[in-house]
């Protein structure tokens, strides 16, 4: 049992993932369908609640006595297959942060090892799930590492990805998720002109970032019991969990070289 910690908004836990998927791939980002029920049981066994980012940072929203905020990033289809009948089974809502350019299409952006590829989210399903009560977020246009690429061409995929997904839910988008948990002074600021509330990263920078930036606890293949338990709780487990995290971090920015953003998708 995961003892009960007073939390202030900031130290609520995040977990995020990518794709719950059956279908193998050489790479560690993926779940199962088995293990993504697990995770929801034993959350649910502990009374964990979920609650949005937008709760989170709400100072006049009431928390329950377990808040917990899960979240997904890249918008791969798997979440509407697979994550969503599992979530409705255990009454949990997510968080969903969606590649604008790439909706209903594949991953063509990552590196797609052994040519094995992922279709993201249509416009249709990302819909379906906004109307379900998920929160939806943004992710970029293009998923750059939005600290390599030029300061105009950071700002077009802070801003239009933003757009997209307004224009298309007819609602404000108030969040983004750093591509690879990265950003730095110029992101911060792109994202507040363009009208970002919060950003979610893998961990705080400095703390000055917060409380924009919101920390989040990635859940991997590998991961078991004793790795959840240490991302949700303040134990001395959680400063091994995090060592992990950033030398998976540090291995995943390998995509952002091999497959650089191709700027000409703007438009779509």
């Excluded at 329950?64 to 409705?88: C, E, G, H, M, N």
Aim: hydrophobic share 35%.
């Amino acid at each position: 049992m995961i003892k009960t910690i007073p939390l202030n908004r900031t130290d609520i836990p995040v977990l995020v993932f990518h794709k719950v998927e059956p279908k193998f791939e050489w790479g560690i980002t993926r779940v199962t369908p088995r293990q993504f029920r697990f995770i929801l049981r034993f959350l649910k066994e502990n009374q964990y609640q979920t609650i949005s980012v937008a709760d989170a940072f709400d100072s006049d929203k009431a928390l329950p006595d377990r808040p917990i905020v899960i979240t997904f990033d890249d918008s791969y289809d798997s979440i509407f297959k697979y994550a969503y009948p599992i979530l409705q089974e255990f009454e949990y809502k997510a968080t969903i942060f969606v590649v604008t350019g790439f909706t209903g299409e594949w991953n063509l952006w990552d590196v797609n090892l052994g040519g094995i590829k992922f279709r993201h989210l249509s416009w249709e399903q990302i819909q379906n799930l906004s109307e379900a009560g998920f929160e939806m977020g943004s992710h970029t246009v293009h998923h750059p590492d939005l600290t390599r690429i030029p300061k105009e061409q950071m700002k077009a995929e802070v801003s239009l990805s933003k757009m997209h997904l307004e224009d298309k839910l007819g609602q404000p988008i108030n969040i983004i998720s750093f591509p690879f948990g990265r950003y730095n002074d110029d992101v911060l600021q792109a994202c507040h002109e363009t009208g970002y509330l919060h950003g979610c990263g893998f961990w705080i920078r400095k703390k000055n970032d917060q409380p924009f930036v919101f920390e989040r606890k990635a859940y991997y293949l590998f991961d078991n019991r004793w790795s959840l338990q240490a991302k949700l709780d303040h134990h001395w487990g959680r400063s091994v969990e995090n060592l992990k995290l950033r030398l998976v971090n540090f291995c995943s920015h390998g995509t952002s070289l091999v497959k650089p953003a191709k700027f000409e998708r703007y438009n779509k």
